[in-house]
């Protein structure tokens, strides 16, 4: 999606977390795994202590 959209449900979704990838396409999680699971794990480790 644009980031736009990204941008407009992280401004109306109390508590959300927004970060913009590099990678581009629909299944980014395939073409650029090391990124996507930097990006998972920064959020895990993040969001551990407010839970």
Do not use: Q, W
Not at 4 to 32: F, I, Q, W
Not at 37 to 44: A, G, M, N, V
């Amino acid at each position: 999606a644009p980031n736009a959209v990204g941008e407009y449900v992280h401004r109306n979704m109390p508590r959300s977390t927004l970060r913009l990838m590099k990678a581009t396409g629909h299944c980014p999680h395939m073409s650029h795994p090391d990124e996507t699971i930097r990006l998972i794990e920064d959020y895990l480790h993040d969001d551990a202590g407010a839970r």
